[in-house]
């Protein structure tokens, strides 16, 4: 595609050129196109875009832009880039267009250094793309747990390489971090906060998350398998050096969704997921539970997963979790933890619902969750908890010994540590 | 872009020489400035009477476009055939061009009158690119339309069923948007131009009544002969005579399925909306079929679809948002299309259930 629009907006171009766009001489450096914040930021900016030659970089000013409706961004291998997520805010609080403020459908696209706000939708979705960078950029909602945020901040769905890295979401709906359906994950260094959920991973594989904050979110991480997904059983998240705490703010997800079940107080909740890796993370003032790992079958007792996914592994099993200090969290546990344990105060910092896949030899431990040199901020072994949500009859056995689950597994390897 | 539509009969011979880009004359390449360039219509260019060589056309099933009306056409190049495909795949040579004009009534009391053309959208097929979006926005005086890659946002003014001035808004995508719904495994299709959609009894395209597709064939559209039309498959007219299901049934494939099948924008959602199997799975219509966790908009209900009971079901509840971020289809559609909501429940309602229970 030539970059030669302006040939046929006559008026688009002066309008452009006055914000120097499309002008080599006044081309910021590294910048192959620009456009600075006018009165038509919804043209500007989507002409700039769809000029965007493969592998080039489209900057964009200093300042507010306003849009009405979605952008999309179809190029390959090019990079979005504002003056800095403090100077460059694209502010979406009219737009009445679309799902998502930006939507991305090339591979290879990197967007960084700005500020995306107030979408009614989503705020950055890249769908099945190749490789897609989100660095030092912000999304956030300037209205405080408010149903009509947007659900997901960054939405990467279906994408094989995602990294996040210098991220922060603030005020999501759902998950302010989310990455569903998708392979190769790096989230790094980034920050959520105020949202229903903080980091999510969803139907996922291999994703390493570390170095992240999550806090005053309802949840803080959330590693997750949903039924009924293209993209199922996803695997293999290792989560080490997040500082997960004081995710306590009361559940405000729409209802009809997952994350609107996930109680307050929520550290690290591994839900139906196998084969993660949690370490070295420091879990402290949650009022529920530090991190918990539960089937589906919380959510759905009847278990119609069952028939209506067919393929679907609703159980948490062969994950590792080791070496987290937890501290001071399940003091004031939400309703369903309350009804779940209602014995114990504070809920003991780590636990496993206690259901096992039915189709699961378990002889050889192959799926048995291990849980080695947690410690509380006194050094001391953590407190655990075997749920027994799936005992006969349930919690009839819930007990407090962690004996049977002390044990290693081969650690994940972080292909870029 | 390098394929210039080589159109059949004279309208375009006139493009077809020099290319230097600096005469007046020449448009230059495909995408040309201005829709009146491409040569597909004579006498006034709103009147959108063909030139020889371009073939009116209707599809049984049309999608919903906040009551824009719709003239479709098919301009194959000189020479040009079709291969014919019974059902979704037939193949076009390069430089073919499909027309699709939306327009909307002056006066809704008056269906068929008066009308303001709006927008033209092309899907060009090139060399080596498979079909390429474009789109045209027409000016005030109908005079003629522009090339319009980013989308823009109209506002259209007309005389209501009550007879009082009103006013809406039309959306014109911008050309990556065309592709939610065009492409599908990454590359761009067409729609309507189908055997399904086109096999059917009724008015035509070009004014005149009988079947589409033999209409089609007459017109010299297709290599071959065709298989007899009545062997072939067909879709129902949504609000004509047939059957409930079959009905709904082809109004989802039409308005749903291009995003909502394998391969499609929404494949991810698990829905397959399409109206090939006459005895598809239920849950691929969303029957009992809880909604994907990447879906926020539920309304709090359980299922998409949730047999015998509409207000329970999802899919009604997103049709019938204004919400951008809830309603369906996504994109640019705006206003809910009460007719189609009409069907849709009435077919829901109709579902052997009652309801998804569990135990």
Same mark, same amino acid.
């Given at each position: 595609?030539?970059?030669?629009?302006?040939?046929?907006?006559?008026?688009?171009?002066?309008?452009?050129?006055?914000?120097?766009?499309?002008?080599?001489?006044?081309?910021?450096?590294?910048?192959?196109?620009?456009?600075?914040?006018?009165? /038509?930021?919804?043209?500007?900016?989507?002409?700039?875009?769809?000029?965007?030659?493969?592998?080039?970089?489209?900057?964009?000013?200093?300042?507010?832009?306003?849009?009405?409706?979605?952008?999309?961004?179809?190029?390959?291998?090019?990079?979005?880039?504002?003056?800095?997520?403090?100077?460059?805010?694209?502010?979406?609080?009219?737009?009445?267009?679309?799902?998502?403020?930006?939507?991305?459908?090339?591979?290879?696209?990197?967007?960084?250094?700005?500020?995306?706000?107030?979408?009614?939708?989503?705020?950055?979705?890249?769908?099945?793309?190749?490789?897609?960078?989100?660095?030092?950029?912000?999304?956030?909602?300037?209205?405080?747990?408010?149903?009509?945020?947007?659900?997901?901040?960054?939405?990467?769905?279906?994408?094989?390489?995602?990294?996040?890295?210098?991220?922060?979401?603030?005020?999501?709906?759902?998950?302010?971090?989310?990455?569903?359906?998708?392979?190769?994950?790096?989230?790094?260094?980034?920050?959520?906060?105020?949202?229903?959920?903080? +980091?999510?991973?969803?139907?996922?594989?291999?994703?390493?998350?570390?170095?992240?904050?999550?806090?005053?979110?309802?949840?803080?991480?959330?590693?997750?398998?949903?039924?009924?997904?293209?993209?199922?059983?996803?695997?293999?998240? *290792?989560?080490?050096?997040?500082?997960?705490?004081?995710?306590?703010?009361?559940?405000?997800?729409?209802?009809?969704?997952?994350?609107?079940?996930?109680?307050?107080?929520?550290?690290? *909740?591994?839900?139906?997921?196998?084969?993660?890796?949690?370490?070295?993370?420091?879990?402290?003032?949650?009022?529920?539970?530090?991190?918990?790992?539960?089937?589906? +079958?919380?959510?759905?007792?009847?278990?119609?997963?069952?028939?209506?996914?067919?393929?679907?592994?609703?159980?948490?099993?062969?994950?590792?979790?080791?070496?987290?200090?937890?501290?001071?969290?399940?003091?004031?546990?939400?309703?369903?933890?309350?009804?779940?344990?209602?014995?114990?105060?504070?809920?003991?910092?780590?636990?496993?619902?206690?259901?096992?896949?039915?189709?699961?030899?378990?002889?050889?431990?192959?799926?048995?969750?291990?849980?080695?040199?947690?410690?509380?901020?006194?050094?001391?072994?953590?407190?655990?908890?075997?749920?027994?949500?799936?005992?006969?009859?349930?919690?009839?056995?819930?007990?407090?010994?962690?004996?049977?689950?002390?044990?290693?597994?081969?650690?994940?390897? /972080?292909?870029?540590? | 872009?390098?394929?210039?539509?080589?159109?059949?009969?004279?309208?375009?011979?006139?493009?077809?020489?020099?290319?230097?880009?600096?005469?007046?004359?020449?448009?230059?390449?495909?995408?040309?400035?201005?829709?009146?360039?491409?040569?597909?219509?004579?006498?006034?260019?709103?009147?959108?009477?063909?030139?020889?060589?371009?073939?009116?056309?209707?599809?049984?099933?049309?999608?919903?476009?906040?009551?824009?009306?719709?003239?479709?056409?098919?301009?194959?190049?000189?020479?040009?055939?079709?291969?014919?495909?019974?059902?979704?795949?037939?193949?076009?040579?390069?430089?073919?061009?499909?027309?699709?004009?939306?327009?909307?009534?002056?006066?809704?009391?008056?269906?068929?009158?008066?009308?303001?053309?709006?927008?033209?959208?092309?899907?060009?097929?090139?060399?080596?690119?498979?079909?390429?979006?474009?789109?045209?926005?027409?000016?005030?005086?109908?005079?003629?339309?522009?090339?319009?890659?980013?989308?823009?946002?109209?506002?259209?003014?007309?005389?209501?069923?009550?007879?009082?001035?009103?006013?809406?808004?039309?959306?014109?995508?911008?050309?990556?948007?065309?592709?939610?719904?065009?492409?599908?495994?990454?590359?761009?299709?067409?729609?309507?131009?189908?055997?399904?959609?086109?096999?059917?009894?009724?008015?035509?395209?070009?004014?005149?009544?009988?079947?589409?597709?033999?209409?089609?064939?007459?017109?010299?559209?297709?290599?071959?002969?065709?298989?007899?039309?009545?062997?072939?498959?067909?879709?129902?007219?949504?609000?004509?005579?047939?059957?409930?299901?079959?009905?709904?049934?082809?109004?989802?494939?039409?308005?749903?399925?291009?995003?909502?099948?394998?391969?499609?924008?929404?494949?991810?959602?698990?829905?397959?909306?399409?109206?090939?199997?006459?005895?598809?799975?239920?849950?691929?219509?969303?029957?009992?079929?809880?909604?994907?966790?990447?879906?926020?908009?539920?309304?709090?209900?359980?299922?998409?679809?949730?047999?015998?009971?509409?207000?329970?079901?999802?899919?009604?509840?997103?049709?019938?948002?204004?919400?951008?971020?809830?309603?369906?289809?996504?994109?640019?559609?705006?206003?809910?299309?009460?007719?189609?909501?009409?069907?849709?429940?009435?077919?829901?309602?109709?579902?052997?259930?009652?309801?998804?229970?569990?135990?």
């Amino acid at each position: 595609m030539q970059p030669r629009f302006f040939a046929f907006f006559p008026l688009l171009a002066g309008l452009a050129a006055a914000a120097g766009c499309g002008d080599d001489a006044t081309l910021p450096a590294g910048c192959d196109q620009f456009v600075a914040p006018s009165d /038509d930021d919804d043209t500007a900016v989507q002409e700039m875009f769809l000029a965007l030659e493969d592998g080039q970089t489209g900057c964009l000013g200093a300042g507010t832009f306003r849009f009405t409706r979605e952008l999309t961004l179809s190029a390959d291998g090019v990079t979005i880039r504002g003056t800095s997520q403090d100077d460059t805010v694209l502010d979406f609080s009219a737009q009445d267009v679309g799902g998502s403020g930006i939507k991305i459908s090339g591979d290879g696209v990197t967007i960084r250094d700005l500020t995306v706000q107030d979408t009614p939708g989503d705020g950055i979705t890249a769908g099945s793309v190749q490789d897609i960078t989100y660095e030092a950029l912000t999304v956030r909602w300037t209205a405080m747990y408010d149903t009509d945020n947007g659900a997901y901040g960054v939405y990467p769905v279906k994408a094989e390489g995602v990294v996040i890295r210098g991220v922060t979401v603030v005020g999501a709906r759902d998950a302010g971090i989310y990455v569903g359906q998708s392979r190769n994950i790096l989230v790094e260094d980034s920050v959520a906060h105020d949202n229903v959920a903080g +980091i999510e991973i969803e139907n996922s594989f291999d994703a390493v998350v570390r170095n992240n904050e999550a806090f005053d979110n309802t949840g803080g991480l959330l590693i997750f398998n949903l039924p009924t997904l293209e993209t199922k059983n996803g695997e293999r998240t *290792l989560a080490y050096g997040n500082d997960i705490h004081d995710n306590n703010v009361d559940n405000w997800g729409e209802p009809g969704t997952a994350v609107a079940e996930v109680p307050r107080g929520t550290g690290i *909740l591994v839900l139906s997921a196998d084969a993660n890796e949690l370490r070295d993370n420091r879990i402290y003032d949650n009022d529920s539970f530090g991190i918990i790992l539960s089937s589906y +079958i919380i959510l759905d007792p009847a278990k119609n997963f069952e028939t209506a996914d067919p393929q679907f592994d609703a159980y948490a099993e062969a994950n590792y979790v080791h070496d987290n200090v937890l501290d001071g969290n399940g003091a004031n546990p939400d309703d369903l933890p309350d009804q779940l344990v209602p014995n114990l105060r504070p809920i003991p910092a780590l636990g496993w619902d206690g259901c096992e896949h039915p189709d699961h030899d378990n002889t050889t431990g192959m799926y048995t969750n291990c849980f080695e040199n947690n410690t509380d901020g006194t050094g001391a072994p953590a407190s655990f908890l075997f749920v027994d949500v799936c005992g006969t009859p349930p919690f009839a056995n819930q007990n407090t010994d962690f004996g049977p689950y002390e044990c290693s597994r081969p650690p994940i390897e /972080d292909p870029n540590p | 872009m390098t394929a210039r539509a080589q159109v059949a009969g004279g309208v375009f011979a006139a493009l077809l020489t020099g290319c230097s880009g600096s005469s007046p004359a020449d448009p230059g390449e495909i995408p040309y400035d201005r829709l009146s360039d491409y040569g597909f219509f004579v006498g006034p260019l709103s009147d959108l009477e063909p030139a020889q060589g371009v073939v009116p056309y209707r599809v049984v099933s049309p999608l919903w476009a906040d009551f824009a009306g719709k003239a479709r056409f098919l301009v194959l190049p000189e020479g040009g055939r079709a291969t014919f495909d019974a059902a979704e795949t037939w193949s076009f040579p390069s430089g073919t061009i499909v027309v699709k004009n939306f327009f909307f009534d002056v006066d809704r009391r008056d269906e068929g009158g008066k009308a303001r053309i709006v927008e033209t959208r092309l899907l060009v097929r090139e060399a080596g690119e498979g079909w390429v979006p474009y789109t045209y926005v027409w000016d005030e005086d109908q005079t003629e339309a522009y090339f319009h890659a980013a989308g823009d946002r109209l506002t259209i003014a007309y005389i209501d069923a009550q007879g009082n001035d009103a006013e809406q808004e039309y959306i014109v995508p911008n050309t990556d948007e065309c592709d939610s719904c065009h492409a599908r495994d990454d590359r761009t299709r067409l729609l309507g131009l189908a055997t399904p959609q086109v096999n059917f009894e009724g008015l035509l395209g070009d004014g005149t009544t009988g079947n589409q597709l033999e209409r089609l064939a007459d017109a010299g559209v297709f290599d071959g002969p065709l298989p007899p039309v009545q062997d072939l498959p067909r879709f129902s007219d949504p609000f004509g005579p047939d059957p409930l299901e079959a009905r709904a049934r082809s109004y989802l494939h039409a308005n749903c399925s291009h995003c909502h099948r394998p391969g499609g924008d929404a494949a991810q959602a698990g829905l397959d909306f399409t109206a090939f199997d006459p005895d598809p799975l239920p849950a691929k219509l969303g029957v009992c079929k809880e909604p994907a966790a990447a879906g926020p908009g539920t309304g709090g209900r359980e299922y998409d679809v949730v047999p015998g009971a509409p207000d329970e079901s999802i899919l009604v509840y997103r049709m019938e948002s204004t919400d951008p971020e809830i309603r369906m289809p996504e994109l640019p559609i705006r206003i809910p299309h009460a007719e189609g909501v009409a069907l849709v429940r009435a077919w829901i309602a109709g579902l052997d259930g009652p309801g998804c229970g569990g135990p």
